[in-house]
């Protein structure tokens, strides 16, 4: 399969297949999310932090009305009276249940008749009109977008209770040993891209950031090491926390990852509704950055800058380019990381190796998404396309970025330029985290 990360190699007819394959790879993960449990389940509200599912089911459906059957095919619109309805703006998720949502035979009837009118705009459309379809960009932000809501049920899952209904294998075991610190020299690197046709407008553009030498965490932190910050009363010495992190800590009563308790002398951890031992190698998750920000101040480390992560995770010192993943150009595959839900867990450290960057940083794609020290802003030069809301209404202070994806996202919506970001109190996404610190002198000139 052609990469979406190189431009102008594909035909017409081949763009307009792997366009159909992205739409039914989501498609099919929507449904499978979503029939895993019956009506009751879909349009219960499983926390006040998510929507009802039968919510996303319609609302992917909606989003791609909007855009690709009414804005890009300029047909008659679907639905337009539920519009309101499936506006993410306009319902708060608190909101949601109480709205008049479609029933979940109706949803999925609704999303069956956008989806055949979409396949047929398909088979006409000229990619070459404007800007919004070249190189088949308006499908593929529906293809990320549906994925990411598909991540966003993944987390629905997690939340609810019940008797367990998604099951998958476990995850590799390490392939090679992954410890300690990996050096990154100074100098300049490109972040961002220009090329990328699929790229979101916040990945966007390409430019030159140049950073003084660093140390990134060769993997991610593992549950051993926080177990530690546990056990040496981490959660309780408000040292090693910000002014508004204690003030979380305190006010949530945090005292460890969400989904852990103690099980005897140590933790368990629910996944998906299976309680089983906490695994020391593997990447913790379910931490919000507070706790990620406290954890690396009591390691004598902190978090890395959204511009660390990034080179750490492209920068080849061979060629000096920004590769589109950590190992080169070329899409995941099940070899390089943990992604696309093949598995409901972070995969132990160095479980991936073929995966690594050119520097030697292991697992920076799939597990979890790390929480860097950056608020979220748009790039130098940042122009918002095609809507403001995608990117541009969240820039500011009271949001942290998020890098590298997790176990429950999909290579449709994750590549080294790919950016998430969220409130910094947030837990119940899969999130983990690695640290960094300023490189000593004799570290930086060898």
Known sequence: MTTTGQPGTETTEGLRGRIAAELGRARARTLALTSAVDDDDLTRQHSTLMSPLVWDLAHVGNQEELWLVRDVGGRAPVRQDIDDLYDAFKQPRSDRPTLPLLPPAEARGYLTTVRDKVHDLLDGIRFADRALVADGFAFGMIVQHEQQHDETMLATHQLRSGPPVLDAPAPPEPRSRVAGEVLVPAGPFTMGT????????????????????????????????????????????????????????????????????????????????????VRDDEPVVHVCWYEAQAYAAWAGRRLPTEAEWEKAARWDPVTGRSRRYPWGDEDPTTAHANLGQRHLWPAPVGAYPAGASPLGVHQLVGDVWEWTATTFRGHPGFVAFPYREYSEVFFGDDHRVLRGGSFGTDRAACRGTFRNWDYPIRRQIFSGFRCARDARPEEAHG
């Open 194 to 277: 220009s090329t990328d046709p699929w790229a979101l407008d916040n990945e966007r553009p390409a430019h030159t950031v140049d950073l003084p030498a660093y140390v990134i965490d060769a993997a991610p932190v593992t549950n051993g090491g926080y177990r530690e910050f546990i056990a040496d009363g981490g959660y309780d010495d408000p040292r090693w926390w910000s002014p508004a992190g204690w003030r979380h800590r305190t006010g949530a009563g945090l005292t460890a990852p969400m989904h852990w308790r103690r099980d005897g002398d140590g933790w368990a951890y629910r996944r998906f509704g299976r309680w089983s031992p």
